[in-house]
């Protein structure tokens, strides 16, 4: 007779991982804590499997329990963040870079974090004057072109509960304002397949960006510069280059 235990364990222990990763997923997308009912509503798991689990989280540091008996996402999380965060921003150089050699504008990718969008990701343009951001930098969604082009790729109700939470401040006279200007503006940027930041965040600054396809969270790569040189023709020329980078970046994510 054949002995199946070992295969059994194993099984066992791949599962084991599943959920663990699916339970902090879940926290994540609950905006960053959650009671365990939520989660029992949100998954297939059991609810003594869900307290288990949470419990093993705790212990290692990967989740908090709070005063009020919710959970919430842990501090040994921050440090994996920020070590898978400067890997994927490593991969993207060398397609940031190629931006910056053929357009030789500051070439940016950002991706979504909680409400915010964040800057993993810079390769600047030799020009005196250019744009800059540093990396680690956070940002709204509805004033950077980055940021919009992540947005496209959310539902409408999705970018009403980000907009309800993170406000829609107006840096500059060409901010938008209102959640209704914000929703139009998106359907033409799913229309034309970018995004553009038209001294929205800025004042003298303009920028053109696109999502990065079956990315692992919502990202964008960007092109930026003074509007006297990031002009139409200018953008004529960056969106084919910004689609062929984001298209490498995503051929570079799922090997």
């Keep these: 007779m054949t002995d199946t235990k070992p295969a059994k364990s194993a099984g066992s222990g791949v599962q084991s991982v599943e959920r663990v990763f699916e339970l902090i997923e879940l926290v994540t997308d609950a905006g ?3 009671t365990l009912s939520e989660l029992a509503a949100s998954t297939d798991l059991p609810l003594p499997t869900i307290h288990r689990l949470l419990r093993t ?3 290692l540091g990967y989740a908090r329990q709070l005063p009020n008996r919710r959970y919430a996402l842990g501090p040994k999380l921050i440090r994996i963040g920020e070590g898978a965060s400067r890997q994927f921003g490593a991969l993207a150089r060398p397609q ?9 504008e500051s070439a940016n990718m950002a991706v979504l974090d909680g409400d915010m969008v964040v800057y993993v990701a810079q390769v600047p343009s030799l020009h005196s004057m250019r744009m800059f951001t540093e990396v680690g930098r956070r940002a709204n969604l509805h004033d950077t ?3 919009k082009a992540i947005l496209a790729q959310l539902s409408d109700e999705t970018v009403r509960g980000i907009v309800s939470r993170a406000g829609m401040p107006t840096p500059t006279e060409y901010s938008l304002g209102t959640i209704d200007d914000l929703l139009a503006e998106l359907d ?5 397949g970018y995004a553009i930041d038209d001294q929205e965040q800025e004042i003298g600054v303009r920028c053109f960006s696109m999502a990065v396809p079956d990315a692992p969270t919502p990202t964008a790569v960007s092109v930026s510069g003074p509007i006297s040189r990031v002009d139409e023709a200018f953008g004529g020329r960056a969106v084919p280059m910004l689609r062929r980078a984001a298209e490498a970046i995503s051929a570079e994510l799922s090997v």
Excluded at 96 to 104: A, Q, Y
Excluded at 188 to 192: S, V
């Design 96 to 104: 940031l870079k190629r931006l910056v050699d053929d357009l030789g």
């Design 57 to 59: 989280l705790v212990s």
């Design 188 to 192: 033409r940027i799913r229309e034309r």
């Design 32 to 34: 960053g804590d959650v």
């Design 145 to 147: 072109g980055v940021g």
